[in-house]
């Protein structure tokens, strides 16, 4: 790992907020792996697998469909944790993670995270706070989709997504961009034409073209549209 990495794992709120010393244990028998785009880096119903952090590149945390295809559940960029879940309750993992693109991943396996928790047992409690900030994301997200109108939703999803992807083009199908913000493809397919209407965005094949990621991230802030 280099030091650049260790400085994209530090800029993430759970991780900086540990103490160098249990930064340095959680990182000693880690390992960095390189992903071809496509990766599968767990399995929806696989055995834990101890705990992962993207480093470089994008990875997308995905469920598969009735319809056989695969629906985004979350977009993980530098610096993003994944994982946990699984390594403290022994359950089966509940998203695939895929590679969306090259990418770069520390993971630490289950054994080795559990000799660092035996070492030094703060560390489930850090590990609780790093599952209670993903419950707490998915609570807002359902309280958002009962009082916020779809433009702001959409507006903040794509904002977030051009972030985390380093680009002003968001390669999401409306199908999943319906599932993450809880609508139907129609529903989002007519809000997007909206955002396009008000030249915030460009619709192609495939992908979405930020065109004003000011304004965008304005509307995302917004309670109404």
């Known amino acids: 790992m280099t030091p650049a990495d260790l400085t994209v794992l530090q800029a993430d709120r759970w991780f900086g907020a540990m103490p160098a010393a249990r930064q ?34 994008e990875v997308r945390l995905v469920r598969g469909t009735p319809e056989g295809e695969e629906s985004v559940a979350a977009i993980l960029g530098p610096g993003a944790w994944f994982g946990g879940l699984s390594a403290v309750d022994g359950g089966p993992q509940t998203h695939d993670a895929v590679a969306f693109g090259p990418a770069r991943v520390l993971h630490l396996s289950q054994p080795a995270l559990e000799a660092v928790a035996a070492q030094d047992p703060v560390l489930w ?4 706070l790093l599952i209670a900030g993903f419950h707490r994301a998915s609570q807002t997200v359902v309280a958002q ?5 779809i433009l702001v ?40 034409k909206q955002l396009e209407v008000r030249g915030m965005i460009e619709i192609a094949y495939g992908a979405i073209f930020v065109r004003d990621a000011e304004i965008l ?8 549209a």
């Open 145 to 149: 989709s009962l009082t916020q109108p």
């Open 217 to 224: 991230r304005a509307l995302g802030r917004r309670d109404r």
């Open 125 to 128: 409690r850090d590990l609780a």
């Open 153 to 192: 939703r959409l507006a903040r999803t794509l904002a977030g997504a051009a972030r985390t992807g380093g680009s002003d083009t968001v390669r999401l199908r409306q199908e999943d961009l319906a599932a993450m913000i809880g609508v139907s493809r129609p529903t989002i397919s007519k809000a997007l």
């Open 24 to 57: 340095a244990l959680l990182l000693r028998d880690a390992r960095v792996r390189a992903a071809a785009s496509g990766a599968r880096l767990q399995a929806n119903g696989g055995p834990p697998d101890g705990l992962k952090a993207v480093l470089a590149g």
